[in-house]
Every structure is written in structure tokens, then in C-alpha cells.
């Protein structure tokens, strides 16, 4: 509508065009006038009246405009006070205890800026303390010379205030995860550095996984993609503070990546950290189900200690540790669930506790000189020293691959005693026949020697069974083919058959359907047309 509003009189035209004003300048040129035909005389307004009209029509467009600004600003207030009713209503359902605390230290900003509002910032300081945003000055006590004689001003520093427990140091129990994108496996005992709190330091964690009766079981390297505990000497930090891990921290690193994050768990002094140890013997005399075994302690004093423990061999048998020997030393009585063999392998499960190593180094990066700041370096991995060194790696013989070549055993057959033949079933009775012995000379068939004419018709006779069964094989092989053709025909003719069966069916079906519906139609008609 407003686009085609214009193309109708009442329409603002251009000013050459528009007809009240045409009308208008017409009557200032003009003025009176009297038409001829009818007699009437038209007069003119002045140049007053016309000047009082136009100020009476301003008058009238700013009362106009001054009353829909006020009722425009009465609808906007009145819209206003309403959101914020409903706002007021619907956060107070879900309003939080930060969002309390969060509206009383605004209320309070809003107070303390409108009481000291007046007053220069030495004062305000004095009553509130620096405010955000303020300028300060501050004094560091026992800073290092190097941070001073080394400062970089275009180098940024952090600074933070740590709590009065904060400032020990002891050991910290970690869960950690290696992050997704660092490319390599994190390894027990290397070195890295931990960003945790308002710290950057290096240390020597352990990694372990707590298994489902409470053990922590060393580790030698992380889980693939998933978390673990680790546990370190350093300082002590409050619980759920988060931290991230970094293996270098130098400028020279091309591809740089997060190495772990996680989360600290608790500061326990009293943590165990433990791995698998396996003591192995051998038997050197066997009594049915007790054995002497030897070589899996030294004294007699280790083996008290272990008296009562769990053993087992590598075939399966399980038994117990009994009594120490007097020698060989270290020997032990032992039972087992079975009978051992000289060749078994007596094995124990242990676990052995592992110390933490007490290393803790902070990154001292910020006392470097002047661009050199990204050239820190802590202690280095094995890894590292062995590529700077370039010391090859020596391999353990015991951890190469050898070729194993078993003897074959030789068991002995089983026997059962006669008695228990007698009360075992017939069907589980060993059915066990006398070897037959030679036969005497006398009792031997004599060798036949044959004439030449009988070797002739032995001869004759071995020709013609192999002419007949080479007959009888190729009469097999026609009466196979004649089966088989013989087996098509009769499936054809089974297939024809049950065609004309299907054929003649449907015609019975069809033509019982016809009957069906006829007698339907004609029990659908009433008597009297029946009759008709």
C-alpha cells in the first residue's frame, strides 16, 4: 500500500505536479476572480490568513507528534516493567548461589561508587582497597640477581599469591591422561615438567593403575586412551587443582604438543606404589606330592618369611610353601596338588614396593638473559642423552629371540593294577591280545613252483580278468550316463505333469468361483423377482 500510495491524488507528488499546491500558487497570482456564466464572484485569502493558517496547522502537527511520542514512551515503559517482572519471576527459580553472590558484589560496586565517587584514589584505596583496572606498585622480596639484571620488559610475567600450606614440599597424587595429539607413550621415570597452580617446575613421576582390591600397580608406560594415577615429589598443591604436563619447554621444538593434562587428587605421604616380581626354582627330589625345591631364595631366613605362600608351576600345578631346609641354602619343603617332574619350573607371585624418586626442579626460564629465555633445558630423558652421545642401544641377549627346540617326551604307557581290572566294567577293561609268536617250519605253507605250462594259463588267465573288468568298468560308466539322462527325462516329465495339475486347478477354481457368485446374485434377489 505504501509503495503505490503516491500514484492516487491524495499522494505526495513532485512539487511541479502536486495539486494543493498548484491550487495554492494559482491563488496567490491570481487572487479575486468572477466567473462569467454564473456570476459568482471568488475571492482571494490574503497573505495573513494564509501565514495564520500555516502557523495553526504547525501547531497542531507538534501537539500531534509531542502526544504519540508520550503514549509511544508510556507503551515502551509499561513493556519494560513487564520483562522485567517476568525476568524477576524466572530467575528466581534457578538462581544459583554464584548468581547471589554475583548480584550482592554488583549492589555493592554500585554503593561503594556512588559513597566514594568524590573522593581522590589515595583515600578510596585506604577504605577499598585497589579496585580492577587500578595501577600498582609492587615490592618482591628475595628475587633472585638474574631476574633483575636479565629483564625483559616485553617478556610477560605472571604473578599469583600462593596459600600458607602451599609452600612444602612432598608427594602429589595425580589423575592423568596423555593427551590425544601428543605422538608418543609417556614412560615411568622420565623426566617432565608440570604446569600445576602458580607453578612451572620438573619431575620424576611414577604412573600406576589402581586395581580392584585397592593395589597400585606400577606402570612403565601410559594407557593408550585412557586415564591413570601418577604420583611425583613437588609441591604440595590443594586437591582438584587442574594441571597440564609438557615434556620440553625450549624454543627449539618444532612440533610442540601438550604431553598429558589432569587433575590432583591427594597429598598422601603414606602412598605404595608396587610392580611384579617373580621368584622361580627348581625341583631336586620329588616324593609323590611333596617336593625339595631350590633356587628361589638364598637363605633360610627369606624363606620363613614366605612360609605359607602360594606357588605354582608352569605346567598348572598349585601347591605351598612348607618348611626351610637345612642346606642346600635357601632350599625349601613344598606340596603341590600332583606328582611334579624333575623338568617343572616352581614359580612365586610378588610385588615389590617402588620408591618415588625425590626430584623436584623449577623452570628458572625467567632468569635467563635476554632472548635466550627459550633455551632452558632441565634433565634430560635416556633417550636424548643416548641421541646426543650417539651411544647405541645394547640389547639384553635374554630379551632376544631365540629358536626353541623342545625334546619329545616319552610317557610311559599307563597300567592298571590287576585288581582294579577285575572290579572295573567290561566296556573299561583293557582288551589287550597275546602278540602271536612265529610259526614253526613245519607248520609253514611249502613255496609252489610252477610248470611252464601252467605259468602259460596263469598268465592267460590274468589277461583276460583284465580285459573283463576293464568291460565291467566301461559298462559302469555307460549305465551311469543312460541313470542320468534317464533321471532328466523323468524330472521333465514330473515338471509337465505338475504344470497340467496346476492348469486344471486353477479351471476348477475358477469355474467354482463363478458358481459361487451366481448363487450369491441370485440369493441377494427377493422371491418375488426370482418369480418373475
Not at 216 to 238: E, S
Not at 295 to 303: Q, R
Not at 319 to 337: D, M, S, W, Y
Not at 427 to 456: L, S, Y
Amino acid at each position: 500500500m505504501n509503495s503505490i500510495r503516491d500514484c492516487f491524488v491524495t499522494g505526495k507528488w513532485e512539487e511541479d505536479k502536486d495539486a494543493a499546491k498548484i491550487l495554492a500558487e494559482d491563488e496567490e497570482l491570481y487572487g479575486d476572480f468572477e466567473d462569467l456564466e454564473t456570476g459568482d464572484v471568488h475571492k482571494g485569502k490574503s497573505s495573513l490568513d494564509t501565514q495564520t493558517e500555516d502557523v495553526e496547522e504547525e501547531v497542531k502537527e507538534e501537539i500531534d507528534s509531542s502526544a504519540e511520542e508520550s503514549a509511544k514512551k508510556k507503551h515502551l515503559d509499561k513493556k519494560r516493567k513487564l520483562k522485567e517482572m517476568f525476568d524477576a519471576e524466572y530467575d528466581e527459580g534457578e538462581s544459583t548461589y554464584f548468581d547471589d553472590l554475583k548480584g550482592e558484589m554488583h549492589k555493592q560496586a554500585q554503593l561503594n561508587r556512588a559513597e566514594f565517587e568524590d573522593q581522590d584514589d589515595e583515600a578510596r584505596v585506604q577504605y577499598e582497597g585497589f579496585r580492577p583496572g587500578m595501577y600498582v606498585r609492587i615490592e618482591i622480596e628475595n628475587v633472585p640477581c638474574e631476574f633483575v639484571l636479565n629483564f625483559d620488559p616485553h617478556y610477560p610475567i605472571i604473578l599469583g599469591g600462593l596459600g600458607n600450606s602451599e609452600g612444602s614440599v612432598g608427594y602429589v597424587q595425580l589423575r592423568l591422561k596423555k593427551h590425544r595429539w601428543y605422538k608418543k607413550i609417556l614412560k615411568s621415570r622420565d623426566p617432565i615438567i608440570f604446569s600445576v597452580g602458580w607453578r612451572r617446575f620438573q619431575t620424576i613421576p611414577l604412573y600406576y593403575i589402581e586395581d580392584h582390591n585397592g593395589r597400585q600397580r606400577l606402570l612403565k608406560y601410559t594407557p593408550q586412551h585412557m586415564h591413570c594415577g601418577a604420583a611425583f615429589w613437588g609441591p604440595i598443591t590443594p586437591q582438584g587443582t587442574g594441571f597440564l604436563a609438557v615434556q620440553f619447554v625450549d624454543g627449539t621444538t618444532p612440533d610442540f604438543r601438550i604431553a598429558a593434562t589432569g587433575t590432583v587428587l591427594d597429598l598422601d605421604k603414606s602412598i605404595k606404589i608396587v610392580k611384579k616380581l617373580k621368584l622361580t626354582g627348581f625341583p631336586y627330589k620329588i616324593f609323590k606330592n611333596t617336593s625339595f625345591i631350590k633356587g628361589m631364595f638364598n637363605s633360610a631366613l627369606e624363606v620363613a618369611k614366605f612360609e605359607g605362600a602360594v606357588i605354582r608351576t608352569v605346567s598348572g600345578i598349585r601347591g605351598q610353601i612348607k618348611k626351610a631346609l637345612r642346606a642346600p641354602e635357601g632350599a625349601f619343603r613344598a606340596t603341590f596338588e600332583d606328582k611334579l617332574l624333575m623338568s617343572d619350573i616352581v614359580f612365586m607371585r610378588t610385588w615389590y614396593p617402588v620408591s618415588i624418586p625425590a626430584f623436584y626442579n623449577p623452570v628458572t626460564s625467567l632468569l635467563k638473559p635476554v632472548g635466550e629465555k627459550d633455551t632452558w633445558s632441565g634433565m634430560r630423558t635416556t633417550g636424548q642423552l643416548r641421541l646426543a652421545n650417539r651411544v647405541k642401544l645394547k640389547p639384553n641377549k635374554d630379551s632376544l629371540y631365540k629358536l626353541i627346540v623342545r625334546q619329545k617326551k616319552h610317557f610311559n604307557s599307563l597300567h592298571i593294577p590287576k585288581a582294579l581290572q577285575k572290579a572295573l566294567p567290561f566296556k573299561n577293561k583293557p582288551k589287550t591280545q597275546a602278540k602271536a609268536g612265529k610259526i614253526p617250519k613245519d607248520r609253514q605253507r611249502p613255496a609252489v613252483i610252477r610248470e611252464p605250462h601252467e605259468r602259460k594259463v596263469l598268465a592267460l588267465l590274468d589277461a583276460l580278468s583284465t580285459v573283463h573288468r576293464q568291460k565291467m568298468r566301461k559298462a559302469k560308466e555307460q549305465r551311469h550316463l543312460h541313470n542320468k539322462e534317464h533321471f532328466k527325462a523323468k524330472q521333465k516329465e514330473e515338471e509337465e505333469k505338475l504344470k497340467r495339475q496346476k492348469d486344471l486347478r486353477k479351471k476348477l477354481f475358477r469355474i467354482q468361483g463363478q458358481k459361487e457368485k451366481r448363487n450369491q446374485k441370485s440369493s441377494l434377489k427377493g422371491p418375488t423377482e426370482q418369480l418373475k
